[in-house]
């Protein structure tokens, strides 16, 4: 059974910046397109950012030019790096697969912006 782990969320300030990882186990981890999803309270959970297996990236607007994800097939690990973040950021951070059924989701990193 695949397992997901998340980490690295915290209170940071507006302007601020986070870098998540998503450790994974259980599964061939580089044959799949991974990607980061983002669930704000009383809000349906959004796509954030997404990654081929080969490394090539798409974002969300929300994400664009702020957020970089990466992976690194050798470790089973996601990471999204967040830059500028923004009060409107703030939401429970998921990894899960793309393109396949959704593999049980992980307990999520909390990212608080606030002042």
């Known amino acids: 059974q695949v397992q997901l782990v998340e980490s690295g969320g915290g209170l940071v300030q507006p302007g601020g910046s986070l870098r998540l990882s998503c450790a994974t186990s259980g599964t061939i981890f580089s044959d799949y397109t991974m990607g980061w999803y983002r669930q704000a309270p009383g809000k349906q959970r959004e796509s954030v950012a997404r990654i081929e297996p080969g490394g090539s990236t798409t974002y969300a607007d929300s994400g664009k030019v702020r957020f970089t994800i990466s992976r690194d097939n050798a470790k089973n690990m996601v990471y999204l790096k967040m830059n500028s973040l923004k009060p409107e950021d703030t939401a429970v951070y998921y990894c899960?697969?793309?393109?396949?059924?959704?593999?049980?989701w992980g307990q999520g990193t909390q990212v608080t912006v606030s002042s």
């Open positions: 899960n697969v793309i393109g396949v059924a959704p593999w049980a």
